[in-house]
């Protein structure tokens, strides 16, 4: 099965107004839901192992074993705490522009995949944890609660099942740390958002000391398609380790940016093909597989199969699937000093490495840029990348490093001719702050409420 002929699972509802529940009911809406009450909380965890769903948010944990670690609420000891759900839609990474859509024109697939793993969890609260930004996705989300509650899809005695379940849409602050899911938390109990010490996990001591469950929006909106057509069903698509469908965001270079439903395995070269390749006149220079984080790729990864195995065997990560295609027109280092500037100022600041290493590779950058830097500075930068990776406390400190390590790798010379020459050899060093439409994108959703323009690009 190639890119191409995936008919589409995730986002088959899109071009018929899904947020519309009577329009998400006539398409098979809630029959994953209906199901599943049908069965037990066990059965469906199994039923989730056996797919082989894995997170959608970056890390690709296998869903059904994380469910797994949930105690029993048997009502005895420390499982007699009540179990939660929460669903991390703070997506903030540049480039990454995957679940606010997802939240925009089809709430309800995410609401029913809510309902579905609090049922699988024994949980009777779930928490959708929206970036602050996101104004427009919060306000679908609430009004697609409300609507399913009076369809009596969500509060007491779901469907007639005995099941109970609150649903509380939250609103962040807009800090990229709450990402992390730690730290998410304690943004939701109303503390500073920075990263807790695991362990404990949050499996045991998650959200307010009790057993918590939190998981990635795509992740969630999978679990219908899942309960409705079986785990076999879903790992005929993808990978053997990496099965199922995947949303690929693709801004950038690239003449029709947008969101590309394909089975995770997929490749830039077929992905670049659907998304009409490189702008006309332009090749390929270097690009991100999940966004920011992720050790850049270059045009010899074009074949590289972007599974979570595949993009990790080559030298990066799937992360977010947020691919950022970048032409000859685009200065490595600029490109690099963007991501590191946002890095810099979104470290919480809690440990050492990730806020002052941050802070110096950004001053050196600069430096670079502006082509008054030194042969050293190379140096400097990859001393500074080994004392911050695996050193600082969460994951943030890790990723902001790899923008900085990959470009020097496969960009070395770029950056010497930097020093050499006394300026920037393609004569604009801030090319790459155009060269990310997802962002632009994601900014005309959030200002104007409308999907059409991210959503074009689904196949």
Same mark, same amino acid.
């Given at each position: 099965?190639?890119?191409?002929?995936?008919?589409? @699972?995730?986002?088959?509802?899109?071009?018929?107004?899904?947020?519309?529940?009577?329009?998400?009911?006539?398409?098979?809406?809630?029959?994953?839901?209906?199901?599943?009450?049908?069965?037990?909380?066990?059965?469906?965890?199994?039923?989730?192992?056996?797919?082989?769903?894995?997170?959608?948010?970056?890390?690709?944990?296998?869903?059904?074993?994380?469910?797994?670690?949930?105690?029993?609420?048997?009502?005895?000891?420390?499982?007699?705490?009540?179990?939660?759900?929460?669903?991390?839609?703070?997506?903030?990474?540049?480039?990454?522009?995957?679940?606010? &859509?997802?939240?925009?024109?089809?709430?309800?697939?995410?609401?029913?995949?809510?309902?579905?793993?609090?049922?699988?969890?024994?949980?009777?609260?779930?928490?959708?944890?929206?970036?602050?930004?996101?104004?427009?996705?919060?306000?679908?989300?609430?009004?697609?609660?409300?609507?399913?509650?009076?369809?009596?899809?969500?509060?007491?005695?779901?469907?007639?099942?005995?099941?109970?379940?609150?649903?509380?849409?939250?609103?962040?602050?807009?800090?990229?740390?709450?990402?992390?899911?730690?730290?998410?938390?304690?943004?939701?109990?109303?503390?500073?958002?920075?990263?807790?010490?695991?362990?404990?996990?949050?499996?045991?001591?998650?959200?307010?000391?009790?057993?918590?469950?939190?998981?990635?929006?795509?992740?969630?909106?999978?679990?219908?398609?899942?309960?409705?057509?079986?785990?076999?069903?879903?790992?005929?698509?993808?990978?053997?380790?990496?099965?199922?469908?995947?949303?690929?965001?693709?801004?950038?270079?690239?003449?029709?940016?947008?969101?590309?439903?394909?089975?995770?395995?997929?490749?830039?070269?077929?992905?670049?093909?659907?998304?009409?390749?490189?702008?006309?006149?332009?090749?390929?220079?270097?690009?991100?597989?999940?966004?920011?984080?992720?050790?850049?790729?270059?045009?010899?990864?074009?074949?590289? &199969?972007?599974?979570?195995?595949?993009?990790?065997?080559?030298?990066?990560?799937?992360?977010?699937?947020?691919?950022?295609?970048?032409?000859?027109?685009?200065?490595?280092?600029?490109?690099?000093?963007?991501?590191?500037?946002?890095?810099?100022?979104?470290?919480?600041?809690?440990?050492?490495?990730?806020?002052?290493?941050?802070?110096?590779?950004?001053?050196?950058?600069?430096?670079?840029?502006?082509?008054?830097?030194?042969?050293?500075?190379?140096?400097?930068?990859?001393?500074?990348?080994?004392?911050?990776?695996?050193?600082?406390?969460?994951?943030?400190?890790?990723?902001?490093?790899?923008? @900085?390590?990959?470009?020097?790798?496969?960009?070395?010379?770029?950056?010497?001719?930097?020093?050499?020459?006394?300026?920037?050899?393609?004569?604009?060093?801030?090319?790459?702050?155009?060269?990310? &439409?997802?962002?632009?994108?994601?900014?005309?959703?959030?200002?104007?409420?409308?999907?059409?323009?991210?959503?074009?690009?689904?196949?």
């Amino acid at each position: 099965m190639t890119a191409q002929t995936l008919a589409p @699972v995730l986002t088959t509802r899109w071009p018929h107004q899904p947020h519309v529940l009577a329009n998400y009911e006539r398409l098979d809406g809630y029959e994953g839901l209906r199901r599943a009450l049908r069965g037990t909380p066990d059965d469906l965890v199994d039923l989730v192992k056996q797919s082989g769903l894995r997170g959608r948010g970056g890390a690709g944990f296998p869903t059904g074993l994380k469910w797994s670690f949930l105690p029993r609420n048997d009502g005895s000891g420390s499982s007699a705490k009540p179990h939660y759900l929460v669903i991390n839609a703070d997506e903030g990474e540049p480039g990454t522009c995957k679940d606010l &859509p997802l939240m925009m024109v089809d709430p309800h697939s995410l609401l029913e995949g809510v309902i579905i793993t609090a049922y699988a969890i024994r949980a009777n609260r779930a928490f959708i944890y929206v970036r602050g930004e996101a104004v427009h996705a919060a306000r679908r989300l609430r009004q697609a609660v409300r609507d399913a509650t009076a369809a009596s899809y969500l509060g007491r005695n779901i469907l007639g099942s005995g099941f109970d379940l609150d649903v509380v849409v939250h609103a962040g602050a807009g800090a990229y740390i709450c990402g992390e899911e730690t730290a998410l938390l304690e943004s939701l109990e109303g503390f500073r958002g920075q990263p807790r010490l695991k362990p404990p996990f949050p499996a045991t001591h998650g959200l307010y000391a009790s057993p918590t469950v939190v998981n990635n929006v795509e992740t969630i909106a999978s679990v219908p398609f899942i309960v409705r057509h079986g785990a076999d069903w879903f790992k005929s698509m993808g990978s053997e380790k990496s099965p199922g469908p995947k949303i690929y965001s693709i801004s950038g270079h690239v003449k029709h940016p947008g969101q590309y439903e394909c089975e995770l395995g997929v490749t830039l070269r077929q992905l670049l093909e659907l998304a009409g390749g490189v702008r006309a006149g332009r090749f390929l220079k270097f690009w991100t597989p999940g966004g920011s984080s992720t050790p850049y790729f270059t045009a010899e990864h074009l074949d590289v &199969p972007l599974d979570f195995e595949g993009a990790a065997a080559a030298g990066s990560m799937l992360g977010t699937t947020a691919i950022m295609v970048f032409d000859e027109t685009t200065c490595i280092v600029g490109a690099t000093l963007r991501f590191i500037e946002f890095y810099a100022h979104e470290s919480c600041g809690k440990c050492t490495p990730c806020r002052e290493g941050n802070y110096w590779m950004e001053q050196v950058l600069h430096r670079l840029e502006a082509g008054a830097g030194t042969e050293e500075d190379l140096t400097t930068l990859l001393d500074t990348c080994d004392n911050i990776f695996g050193r600082s406390f969460c994951a943030l400190g890790d990723g902001a490093t790899s923008s @900085v390590m990959s470009s020097i790798k496969y960009f070395r010379d770029e950056y010497i001719d930097h020093v050499r020459q006394g300026r920037c050899p393609l004569g604009n060093g801030a090319a790459a702050a155009h060269a990310a &439409p997802s962002t632009a994108q994601a900014r005309h959703v959030l200002q104007t409420g409308r999907s059409d323009m991210i959503v074009q690009g689904v196949h």
